[in-house]
């Protein structure tokens, strides 16, 4: 089986920002899972380079627009590589490959009589680089750019698009997957159910001279769309290159909502005017904003990826990327999103798993991969098999329909069952006991193999870990070959592997100082500043910000449930009770509940505790976090205690949020 996939190429008059950073790193992860499977994979993206809006942008910034496409695109291509973005091929609309390829096709389409001359007067908006119809106008104006569009009267060249209205219906109508999700498909067969108008082709060069001339006519530039579809083909070299051949058939267009028109009707249309079978599928996505405001230069808002991975690393910003938004809807760009996901999905759910299991490989096992003790196998052992051959069922199902946010659920469905796996095995428990060795070893082996799989279906979303996740296994080489095929799936750890447990996956982010630190400036600021913003700043706060704290603040209190295992007195201390509970790992508190419970009553209850305090010295023993109780006050001053306890049964250890 083959692949190919490809991004929208990009303008070179904006600079790449998180919103190119999630197409392309769709695209990558798209084009890594069909590796995976087995597939041979071509991936392709590129800068789109001609057209007003480049001419304009180099003649702003006083330069030839050879000169300012140059260092724009590789601009592009160098934001892709520390975004663990690896394409086959990086194509340029300036590239001769391509220029000679789209005289080609406007010749074969001249002749063919579908492209014609003609007068047309329209509105012309300059930001679209298009004629926008009556129908499309808002207020007189053009609903994306909020511009008057110009009043324009030409001679122009125009593709017969409309000869092929029937025809892109029936297709759209019988290939359900051709474009998706549906609401798009949706979208743009209400928009065929109108006569479809021919599209105007050109661009006089009395107008605009940076574009590719039309072969048939020197005095006209190619209209840029009609150049820019065509890197489709140009990057395969069609008609007569082998990858054409190979690759076409099988290609999938990522972009977004944006482009939706020119990817749904221009080019399918082009393709069957060519002679060329349609593309195979179109996945269109919804729009990155940020704090739910558009993102834009103006605004100041634009998030740059360069940025991110800085902060946060490359795996976590593709993680989030990919998770955070259902693909298809628009989604809202947060740093408080990202940072909770990295601390709750990253550090606590997979990073925790990781390096408990390891630690408990390295402490009961001594890093090598034990044999599993078949007369030790249990019914939980086998759901959890099961759960895991469905996960990549599940996940492959997913990451196929473009559906990468419930990919990832499905894997982490799995890591949270794993986590209580650990707790309701107790691997601390069963090496005390030098009968219950046979089980300790079985539960570790199936920690072993499932972190492996877990290793191998995280590969295309966040390689970089997946690499650090592999080297821990002891399985870089093997991991970097394998497939997803039905035989890779369970029990192919082989055992006496040999673990290598390295640094931390995801460490937590630190907390922040934020709100001392936002002081602090602001004070600085309002000092000196007379400008808007700091007039704003000073009118806001009606709410009294004092006593609350930060969701940051918050998520840094870590509780969690545990169980009281034993618990006892202290002697000389009337308040004190030393407690010791799983949560999952056995630990000891000291808890001033003395006079409110008796030790007995205690043994087995849930509790909640805060797992991440610094621990304290009390009467000589170290207590390792705090246990949680309402405190109430009658009016004679009498206190009673109560512990807070969770309502239903819940494994020891699960996160209170
Ligand atoms: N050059 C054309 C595409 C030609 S393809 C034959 C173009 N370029 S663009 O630079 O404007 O890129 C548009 C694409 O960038 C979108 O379709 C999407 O893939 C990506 N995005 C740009 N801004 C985005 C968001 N705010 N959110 C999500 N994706 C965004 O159109």
């Known amino acids: 089986m083959t692949t190919y996939i490809t991004t929208p190429i990009y303008y070179v008059n904006a600079m790449p920002h998180i919103g190119h950073a999630y197409t392309t790193i769709i695209a990558d992860t798209y084009a890594r899972f069909r590796r995976l499977c087995g597939d041979e994979v071509r991936f392709q993206t590129g800068t789109d380079e001609h057209g007003e809006k480049i001419a304009q942008a180099a003649e702003k910034e006083g330069v030839e627009p050879r000169e300012y496409v140059d260092r724009i695109s590789a601009l592009f291509r160098q934001t892709w590589p520390g975004l663990d973005i690896a394409q086959d091929h990086f194509i340029r609309t300036t590239d001769a490959d391509h220029i000679k390829l789209v ?4 010749q074969k389409v001249y002749d063919n009589g579908d492209i014609y001359f003609s007068e047309y007067s329209g509105h012309y908006c300059k930001g679209c680089e298009r004629f926008l119809t009556e129908k499309e106008l808002v207020d007189g104006k053009c609903p994306d750019h909020l511009t008057v569009p110009e009043e324009i009267s030409e001679q122009n060249y125009f593709f017969r ?37 021919d599209l105007c082709i050109s661009r006089p060069c009395s107008r605009l001279t940076w574009g590719i001339p039309l072969p048939f006519d020197e005095k006209f530039v190619t209209y840029v769309w009609f150049d820019a579809l065509i890197n489709y083909l140009t990057g395969i070299n069609y008609p007569d290159g082998p990858d054409f051949e190979k690759y076409w058939s099988e290609a999938e267009h990522v972009i977004a909502k944006d482009i939706l028109k020119p990817h749904a009707i221009y080019w399918p249309t082009m ?7 349609p593309y195979k599928r179109l996945h269109v996505h919804g729009y990155w904003n940020v704090d739910e405001t558009k993102m834009s230069k103006s605004l100041g808002n634009v998030i740059r990826p360069g940025e991110l991975v800085e902060k946060y690393g490359v795996d976590t910003v593709r993680y989030f990327l990919l998770r955070e938004m259902s693909f298809g809807r628009d989604s809202s760009f947060s740093t408080e999103a990202l940072e909770a996901r990295r601390n709750s999905d990253l550090a606590n759910d997979v990073g925790n798993l ?21 007369a030790t196998v249990t019914e939980e052992d086998r759901v959890l098999v099961d759960a895991l051959e469905k996960m990549v069922a599940d996940y492959s199902t997913a990451m196929n329909n473009f559906e990468f946010h419930k990919a990832l659920q499905s894997i982490w469905e799995v890591i949270g069952m794993l986590n209580r ?6 691997p601390w428990e069963l090496a005390k006991e030098e009968e219950r060795a046979g089980r300790l070893n079985t539960v570790l082996y199936f ?6 799989l877990l290793a191998l279906v995280l590969r295309p979303v966040m390689p970089s870990a997946a690499e650090k996740m592999a080297a821990a296994l002891g399985m870089e080489k093997k991991l970097a070959k394998a497939s997803l095929k039905e035989e890779d799936c369970w029990g192919e750890m082989e055992a006496g592997t040999v673990l290598h447990p390295g640094e931390s996956l995801f460490p937590r982010l630190a907390k922040k100082k934020k709100q001392q630190a936002q002081g602090k400036n602001q004070g600085k600021k309002q000092g000196k500043g007379q400008g808007k913003k700091v007039k704003k700043k000073e009118a806001e706060p009606e709410i009294d910000m004092k006593g609350l704290i930060t969701f940051e603040q918050f998520g840094d209190v870590e509780l969690r449930v545990a169980e009281i295992v ?9 308040k004190l009770l030393k407690l010791t509970v799983k949560a999952p790992e056995e630990r000891t508190l000291v808890a001033g509940i003395a006079k409110h ?13 805060v797992a991440n305090l610094k621990p304290a010295k009390l009467m000589g023993i170290t207590s390792q976090g705090m246990v949680l109780a309402a405190k109430e006050t009658d009016a004679d001053g009498n206190e009673r205690l109560v512990l807070s306890t969770v309502a239903e049964e819940i494994a020891p250890g699960s996160r209170v949020a």
């Open 103 to 106: 005289q080609e096709i406007l």
């Open 597 to 609: 419970y008796s030790p007995e009553d205690l043994i087995g209850k849930k509790v909640i505790i």
């Open 161 to 197: 698009m409309s000869k092929y209205q029937e025809w892109l219906i029936d297709h759209i109508k019988n290939n359900p997957e051709y474009i998706t999700p549906e609401r798009y498909r949706n979208e743009v067969l209400s928009f065929l159910s109108e006569p479809l108008e």
């Open 447 to 452: 920690l072993a193999d499932s972190l492996r």
């Open 271 to 277: 393709l069957q005017s060519m002679g060329v079978a």
């Open 421 to 426: 796996f650990i707790v309701t095995n107790a």
């Open 566 to 574: 034993t618990a006892e007195k202290i002697k000389k201390a009337n």
């Open 354 to 374: 990781f390096s408990r299991a390891l630690t408990m490989l390295a402490k009961y096992a001594d890093s090598t991969v034990p044999e599993i003790d078949k």
